[in-house]
């Protein structure tokens, strides 16, 4: 069965460091894959997505995330963490050709002044 | 602007009161979905739809209905809410085209509901 796992459920980071959520999936093929971002209050916005090709992929507020195959991971970094960034962060998979997507747990991201 | 709203933002009912959760969105989006976010568990896939009169049952459909009678509007029905459906609650839609292209999903802010 499709899963998602992101193994941390709370990360507490200083502001200006750098910061690495981890994602490792489970699917029979190459999914594809996503992060979103939940700010207090608010619904999910995207972050960035890897369909295929190049991958490192690049997203919206500085973040890019690396897909790597033989570790089934998809790991979200970002080289300096804004206060900003304070919000809970949730990979995701989509089966490809059809609508059925898989979220992980969340990760709750604080950020010290 | 382009968006997804949810209607009520919060609601208090109690057990057996039928509730509706409307959702609509203006951007002529084929699919649309529901998803309930508890902690530690993420968010689950309710129902979805995949165009007028086309619906389809998620991960966790029991206890919901929903209805897709035109494209802008996905309603969801708890007939008989329990407290264990105390949950906040999205609705998210994407067009066909990009879902399949980019699978990009456009997310309402959400409906938290408490069933006493």
């Known amino acids: 069965a499709q899963s998602v796992t992101q193994p941390d459920i709370h990360i507490t980071v200083s502001e200006g460091a750098s910061l690495e959520l981890r994602c490792n999936y489970s699917?029979?093929?190459?999914?594809?894959l996503f992060w979103y971002v939940q700010s207090p209050g608010q619904g999910l916005q995207l972050l960035l997505k890897?369909?295929?090709?190049?991958?490192l992929v690049q997203g919206i507020k500085g973040f890019e995330a690396e897909f790597k195959r033989s570790q089934s991971s998809f790991n979200l970094r970002k080289p300096s963490v804004h206060w900003s960034d304070a919000a809970e962060y949730f990979c995701?998979?989509?089966?490809?050709?059809?609508?059925?997507?898989?979220f992980g747990t969340g990760t709750r991201l604080k950020v010290l002044a | 602007e382009a968006q997804v709203t949810q209607n009520p933002r919060y609601l208090i009912t109690v057990t057996g009161k039928k509730l509706t959760v409307t959702c609509s969105q203006n951007?002529?989006?084929?699919?649309m979905s529901w998803y309930r976010q508890d902690p530690g568990l993420g968010l689950r896939q309710i129902y979805y739809?995949?165009?007028?009169?086309?619906?389809d049952k998620g991960d966790v459909p029991e206890g919901y209905k929903v209805s897709r009678k035109e494209k802008r509007n996905f309603p969801l029905i708890l007939e008989s809410p329990s407290p264990n459906q105390t949950s906040l609650y999205f609705c998210?839609?994407?067009?066909?085209?990009?879902?399949?292209?980019?699978?990009?999903?456009?997310f309402g802010e959400g409906s938290r509901l408490t069933v006493l």
């Open positions: 998210a839609s994407s067009s066909e085209h990009r879902a399949k292209s980019t699978g990009e999903l456009f």
């Open positions: 699917y029979g093929a190459t999914p594809y």
């Open positions: 890897y369909f295929s090709g190049d991958t």
């Open positions: 995701a998979v989509l089966a490809s050709g059809t609508y059925k997507y898989i």
């Open positions: 951007m002529n989006h084929e699919y």
């Open positions: 739809s995949m165009n007028v009169e086309v619906t």
